[in-house]
């Protein structure tokens, strides 16, 4: 697979207080992917950040393109239309991946895999965190469906299906990840889980949401049958700007 170009996206919102250990944690591990010969290139969406995190991805070696409207979808999406990468990598701005599952990531892609995402693993070890995190990677690994944390698909078959779905303001990787197991299913290639090197993400909202709102936020979803992901009002717990 000479001749491979990754694309590593990161969606940014008011994320200039972590944003240069991501971009650290991507850097360090980037070489796995050139010891194979595969070329790679850093894209930081700014998605109308009222700090500094425009700087600091520029400072932390990345490209960055900005997406004036506040939505992760939309982020997502222009970062990838910036991408000429053969493969989109989409990383979070508050996870950090590690040599080890760039390097299983290079494997899946080189067993054929059309689209894949990684376990999660917090940076908090408290029960909550710990039985939150069990509960969704068990959902992953059954249904197929990525964390938005850490997601990497085959470029040509996402603009084909059209990226992810602006109509969302949460819960748009879940979306993409059905669309994707139809193509996968046509095509006979595999949706790749990965499970033995986990993405650390930040366990943040944790902290800063209280179980009630939490719980709150999942009763409504279940009771309108998701139809409050296309909110954003209802969505607060990405757009309220709490950080």
């Known amino acids: 697979m000479d001749g491979v170009t990754v694309s590593v996206l990161v969606p940014a919102f008011n994320e200039g207080g972590g944003l ?8 360090d591990a980037l070489p796995v ?9 850093l894209i930081v969406c700014d998605n109308n950040s009222t700090d500094d995190t425009a700087a ?9 393109v900005v997406e004036p409207i506040n939505q992760i979808a939309r982020a997502r999406n222009r970062a990838a239309s910036a ?30 895999a059309l689209a894949g995402g990684a376990l999660v693993r917090m940076d ?10 069990a509960i969704w990677n068990a959902i992953s690994v059954t249904m197929r469906w990525a964390a938005g944390s850490y997601v990497f698909v085959d470029a040509a078959v996402f603009r084909e299906i059209g990226g992810f779905d602006e109509a969302f303001y949460a819960s ?23 499970r033995r090197h986990r993405i650390v ?7 800063l949401y209280t179980w009630r709102e939490t719980a709150g936020f999942l009763f409504r979803t279940l009771l309108s049958g998701g139809r409050t992901l296309t909110r954003r ?3 607060f717990v990405w757009y309220d700007g709490r950080r």
Do not use: M, Y
Request: glycine content about 8%; proline content about 3%.
């Open 20 to 27: 240069a250990q991501t971009l650290a944690g991507i850097r």
């Open 33 to 41: 992917f050139h010891a194979r010969g595969w070329a790679t290139e």
């Open 172 to 194: 748009e990787e879940v979306d993409l990840f059905r669309r994707l197991k139809r193509v996968a299913r046509a095509r006979r290639r595999p949706i790749a889980i990965l």
């Open 124 to 133: 908090d070890r408290a029960v909550a965190a710990r039985a939150g995190v």
């Open 233 to 235: 009002d209802a969505c």
């Open 201 to 207: 993400t930040s366990s943040r909202k944790l902290r």
């Open 83 to 112: 991408a000429a990468g053969d493969w989109l990598l989409f990383v979070d701005a508050d996870s950090l991946p590690s040599p080890a599952l760039f390097a299983e990531t290079a494997r899946a892609i080189e067993a054929g």
């Open 56 to 64: 600091v991805a520029r400072a932390g070696g990345a490209t960055v």
